[in-house]
């Protein structure tokens, strides 16, 4: 079953900081989290495995709370170059089953 | 290695033709995905191989589409009988083991007319 993520967009001026949260009716065991730009393919940011983890690179973060059944994507003093749609993914069964994702504008 | 490669990147065909796509993914990959994606929505689950073996297929997928996959390396899509609801953008991934990093391909962007 597809996770559900909010909000569907967000406008933003550039230094700003947004939250994309990622929820699921079901167990979670795994979240990936991707960004696409219009016209590419989606890019890998980060796989989160454990309830309680939490990872981030440079100014891109995001937690995992497995009883919630929910993870959050942090993205701290926002670049132009964050701009783009954000999905989150669940693991299931060895595949990623993706949100329909977070379309994020950042405006100068 | 030079990533996940998709051929063609464009396809246009008439209502009730058939299509190919073609995927080689990364090298020493052993999972490979397919994925649809229509404007503003996400990846679409459509199947995945481990090697050779097709070991899911999305119950969603009619029986117009199968994939291949015949020596482990790269996969092929077929659609039979195209309809103008096919049109979308088929996305291939790649990754070594489970929870790891999936490495997707540009992707075959399909029209059909």
């Known amino acids: 079953q597809q996770p559900v993520q909010s909000p569907q967009a967000v406008i933003l001026r550039e230094g700003e900081d947004a939250v994309i949260n990622c929820s699921s009716s079901?167990?979670?065991?795994?979240v990936h989290w991707y960004r696409q730009k219009h016209g590419e393919a989606p890019v890998f940011l980060m796989i989160l495995l454990k309830g309680g983890e939490q990872k981030g690179h440079d100014k891109i973060s995001a937690s995992f709370n497995e009883k919630k059944q929910q993870s959050s994507l942090y993205l701290t003093a926002s670049q132009l170059s964050y701009s783009g749609t954000y999905f989150c993914g669940t693991g299931e069964d060895d595949k990623i089953i993706f949100g329909k994702g977070t379309r994020l504008h950042i405006l100068p | 290695d030079t990533g996940v490669s998709q051929d063609p990147r464009h396809k246009i065909t008439k209502r009730g033709q058939n299509v190919t796509f073609r995927c080689d993914p990364i090298s020493e990959h052993n999972r490979l995905y397919w994925y649809r994606q229509t404007l503003g929505q996400g990846p679409e689950f459509l199947t995945y191989?481990?090697?050779?073996?097709?070991?899911?297929k999305s119950r969603l997928l009619s029986d117009r589409f199968s994939a291949e996959r015949p020596k482990g390396s790269f996969s092929t899509l077929e659609i039979q009988r195209t309809e103008q609801g096919d049109s979308a953008m088929y996305l291939c991934?790649?990754?070594?083991?489970?929870?790891?990093?999936?490495?997707f391909g540009q992707g075959t962007r399909l029209t059909v007319v």
């Open positions: 191989f481990q090697n050779e073996a097709q070991l899911e």
């Open positions: 991934a790649s990754r070594g083991e489970m929870n790891t990093e999936a490495f």
């Open positions: 079901k167990a979670l065991y795994s």
